[in-house]
Each structure stands twice: as C-alpha cells, then as structure tokens.
C-alpha cells in the first residue's frame, strides 16, 4: 500500500493503537535484526501518519476558534466601530 493511501485510510486510533503493538515487540525483543528495522521503518511511518492527523485536527481546531472569535467580534461592534454614520 502506497504511504499516501495508507494516511488515507488509516485513522489516528489505528495508527496509534498499530504503533503501540510495534513498540511493544521492539521492547519485548527476541526479533532478528531485519525484523527489529522492519517493526522500527514501520513504527516510523505510523508515527508520521499519527502526526499529520494530529496537524489536521490542530488546524482544524484552529480555524474553528478563529471563525468564533470572528463572529464575537463582529457582534460587540455592530454599530458602534468608527465609521459608522448613525
């Protein structure tokens, strides 16, 4: 699977929860040098999948508390800003 197409499809939960077995099995050990740089290039791109979807929601999050912010404001100056000719 394409690392664009697996973003896609994988959730943040999944990522995470995938992520935390692939450490476990690092930690536990007993995994032959290609299988530990296997589990460590896959838990590599986990953590990135999680990071962005992490951003998105940031941003998100951002944008929303911008646009209610925007709207308070416009709201406490109805009518009274400068420029107003009442």
Request: charged content about 40%.
């Amino acid at each position: 699977m394409a690392a664009g197409t697996e973003e896609a499809a994988l959730g943040y939960e999944q990522a995470r929860d995938e992520l935390i077995e692939v450490v476990r099995r690092l930690e536990a050990g007993g995994t032959t040098l290609e299988e530990s740089l296997a589990l460590w290039e896959r838990g590599e791109e986990l953590a990135k999948v999680c990071r962005r979807r992490l951003e998105g929601a940031r941003a998100r999050l951002d944008a929303s508390l911008a646009a209610e912010r925007a709207a308070e404001a416009a709201e406490a100056g109805d009518g009274d800003g400068p420029g107003d000719d009442e």
